[in-house]
Every structure is written in structure tokens, then in C-alpha cells.
T-cell receptor, first 113, second 115 residues
Framework: SQQGEEDPQALSIQEGENATMNCSYK?????LQWYRQNSGRGLVHLIL?????REKHSGRLRVTLDTSKKSSSLLITASRAADTASYFC?????????????FGTGTQLKVEL | DTGVSQDPRHKITKRGQNVTFRCDPI?????LYWYRQTLGQGPEFLTY????????KSRLLSDRFSAERPKGSFSTLEIQRTEQGDSAMYLC?????????????FGEGSRLTVL
């Protein structure tokens, strides 16, 4: 079953603009991760934020986490056409480790030239 | 390090046939996961192994599905008596318990179409 929802389901922007995607989840977590998937391909890990962190940056990516609201956001700044892909949040809620992830439903991002 | 590889990448079969997918994880990773992804949805967890031990199975993994990791290296996922509802992308991922970074490394997936 899916852990939660992502919003919006689809997003279309112009190159150079920023893209923001939101993720909500249902249970307590150890960490939350964001992955990217190009059409028909596997998923690629982008960034991980632990439950005791509130914000994290990696290159053009900025992730925030609000555990009180059980929500996270991913911001991609200065988007490029190559950023066109589906983006998924995933939560690690395992008590004993194991790194089993539960994925959201994804946001389809299209960056137009 | 060549990453996670999956074989075959595409499989078309008729309903009722058996299919088997293979996953070769990153060599030093001791954890291996199988996920299923249908069109427009996020991946759904099926099962995971630590070394050769299958530690967790989802309710999605009906008795027609079986996964093995006999020597703690590669893994196979077999679907018996396939149904049209089994059509999906089957994704394999691996991770390292030792590194404890928490991220999963995914293969390119095996797409199954059941006619």
C-alpha cells in the first residue's frame, strides 16, 4: 500500500523556474527520501532527510521535513529540461532497520524549453 | 561496480504461464528488495532479504509469487500461473546494512505484460 500522497500529481513549468512538490505520509518515520524516475526506467536516489532534521540541501535540491504535520517538500531550483521525470517520496518507518521504503504516488514534472 | 542489474528487461507471456525474473544486486550489498510498480503509481513493496534470509513479505505477495536468494547474492522472483493483473514493472533494489546510509539502489526493472 502507498504511504501517502504527493501533490501535485503533475506539474508543468518553464526551464529556469523552480518546481515544488509536496509529500504527506501517515506514520512515524526514521527518514524520508526522494527518488527520481525517468519514464520506463528504475528509480534514482536524490536526497535523504532524517526525522530529526528540518531542512537539507544538495545542489539544486532543497528538502524540508515537518514531522508534526507528517509532510515534506522537494524544491528544485532553476529547473532544466533534463529534470523532466517522476519524483517520488519514500518513507523508512522500520523499527529494526531493514531500510524497507514505502513510496508515495509520485509527481510527474515536465520542464519545457 | 556495475550497479543493480535485472533480467529480462521485458517479458510478454500468456495468462497461465510461469515467469521468472533475476536480480543481481551491487556486490557488497547484503540487503535486496523486490517492488512492483503499475502505471502511474509508486513502487509497492513485495519482499526483502538480508543475505539469504527472507525477512519480510507483503500481503501483495500471493502464494503464486515466490522469491529466493539462495546464496545471499542474486535473487529470483517467480510468478506462477500468471494473471493479467500481474502486468507491471518489477523492480529490484539493494542496500548496504554496513554503510547504513538508508538509500536503495534500483535496477532498471523487468516489465511484465500478461496477455
Amino acid at each position: 500500500s502507498q504511504q501517502g500522497e504527493e501533490d501535485p500529481q503533475a506539474l508543468s513549468i518553464q526551464e529556469g523556474e523552480n518546481a515544488t512538490m509536496n509529500c504527506s505520509y501517515k506514520t512515524s518515520i526514521n527518514n524520508l527520501q526522494w527518488y527520481r524516475q525517468n519514464s520506463g526506467r528504475g528509480l534514482v536516489h536524490l536526497i535523504l532527510i532524517r526525522s530529526n532534521e528540518r531542512e537539507k540541501h544538495s545542489g539544486r535540491l532543497r528538502v524540508t521535513l515537518d514531522t508534526s504535520k507528517k509532510s515534506s517538500s522537494l524544491l528544485i531550483t532553476a529547473s532544466r529540461a533534463a529534470d523532466t521525470a517522476s519524483y517520488f517520496c519514500a518513507t523508512d518507518a522500520g523499527a529494526g532497520g531493514g531500510n524497507k521504503l514505502t513510496f508515495g504516488t509520485g509527481t510527474q514534472l515536465k520542464v519545457e524549453l | 561496480d556495475t550497479g543493480v542489474s535485472q533480467d529480462p528487461r521485458h517479458k510478454i507471456t500468456k495468462r497461465g504461464q510461469n515467469v521468472t525474473f533475476r536480480c543481481d544486486p551491487i556486490s557488497e550489498h547484503n540487503r535486496l528488495y523486490w517492488y512492483r510498480q503499475t502505471l502511474g503509481q509508486g513502487p509497492e513493496f513485495l519482499t526483502y532479504f538480508q543475505n539469504e534470509a527472507q525477512l519480510e513479505k507483503s500481503r501483495l505477495l500471493s502464494d503464486r509469487f515466490s522469491a529466493e536468494r539462495p546464496k545471499g547474492s542474486f535473487s529470483t522472483l517467480e510468478i506462477q500461473r500468471t494473471e493479467q493483473g500481474d502486468s507491471a514493472m518489477y523492480l529490484c533494489a539493494s542496500s548496504s546494512r554496513i554503510r547504513r546510509t538508508g538509500e536503495l539502489f534500483f535496477g532498471e526493472g523487468s516489465r511484465l505484460t500478461v496477455l
